[in-house]
């Protein structure tokens, strides 16, 4: 069966990193305020210099390189972002010219925090029918510009960073390596939960970040833990199955939540949060590419990646490495 097999994976962050200390000094708010309530001892920030692009391009050249595919062979480009550089065009294309891709389209993919999931399944179909070869799947956020800075309850939960894969139609067997099962769900019903009060055709400014935090706290922990359970029915595996877990990076507490609720192991469940905050559309693959790097994911592992963001978009995807 043709599937579509992982290659490769890279990451990025901006250079300045700041604690919650630093951010005390700023915000009425404190280190123990934040752990409490997050588990967030820290995040990376980016500059004037650095961009959603600037990140998204790295995070791919490392990818490309752990995959030890030429820039050349990429025929499709997909990333996954609410912050991109430009209303247009796609932040995708300054990617592909940035790497020297001639080959394939280069879109944008905008469902927030569950953004890289939606980019992978897409991506994921295209390379299953043909329509690609070899993709670069990409995350990448500078949430920081969507802040509003006086709004402590907010502005201490997001970070901004990038992340991507390196995907490759393969012909494997039933029990090979590739994507094994996704699936994404949205209500917009529940849109005003959290949003950005601003866009091009409505208030003319970017606007800032608005959430109310109990509720979507409330609705992510039964979303995914349903999710997941969705994926795990759809092949022959069991929760006890998966190697690890790499959820979208929210809270702490969100990640603990819905690793009871399925009966996963937490020393399963791979957690970034407390040095990067939420990073949207790049926490997934940027969470991985550290698990990864540092050892713990290995070839052959059973990996569930899952993600919840604004909208509500939900979903999750189990792939063997």
């Not at 980019?119 to 956020?141: F, K, P, Y």
Request: glycine content about 10%; charged content about 25%.
């Amino acid at each position: 069966m043709i599937r579509s097999v992982f290659k490769g994976s890279g990451s990025a962050l901006p250079a300045k990193l700041v604690t919650n200390q630093e951010l005390a000094e700023r915000v009425d708010t404190s280190d123990e305020w934040i752990r409490e309530r997050t588990g967030i001892t820290g995040r990376y920030i980016a500059d004037d210099s650095e961009t959603t692009g600037t990140l998204a391009i790295e995070a791919a050249r490392a990818a490309l390189a752990d995959a030890g595919v030429e820039a050349s062979e990429i025929d499709l480009i997909i990333l996954a972002t609410a912050t991109p550089d430009s209303t247009f065009p796609a932040t995708a294309t300054k990617v592909q010219a940035a790497l020297g891709c001639t080959r394939g389209p280069a879109f944008d993919v905008a469902a927030v925090c569950s953004g890289f999931l939606y980019a992978l399944a897409t991506a994921d179909s295209m390379l299953r029918t043909g329509m690609a070869r070899c993709a670069l799947v990409i995350g990448s956020e500078t949430f920081s510009r969507l802040l509003d800075w006086e709004d402590r309850a907010t502005c201490v939960l997001f970070g901004d960073g990038a992340g991507a894969f390196v995907l490759r139609a393969e012909e494997v067997a039933e029990d090979g390596p590739g994507m094994l099962a996704t699936r994404l769900h949205a209500d917009g019903a529940h849109r005003d939960l959290l949003y950005v009060d601003g866009g091009p055709s409505t208030t003319g400014t970017v606007g800032k970040l608005r959430m109310k935090g109990r509720e979507v706290f409330r609705h992510a922990v039964v979303n995914l833990a349903e999710v997941l359970t969705e994926v795990l029915a759809d092949t022959s595996y069991t929760a006890a199955d998966i190697d690890w877990v790499v959820p979208h990076q929210a809270n702490l507490r969100i990640l603990d939540a819905t690793a009871r609720k399925l009966g996963i192991a937490n020393d399963k469940v791979v957690v970034t949060v407390d040095r990067h905050a939420n990073t949207s559309a790049a926490s997934v693959p940027l969470a991985f590419d550290v698990a990864r790097r540092d050892g713990r994911i290995k070839d052959g592992d059973l990996v569930m990646l899952e993600a919840m963001g604004g909208g509500f978009t939900w979903g999750a995807s189990l792939l063997r490495i």
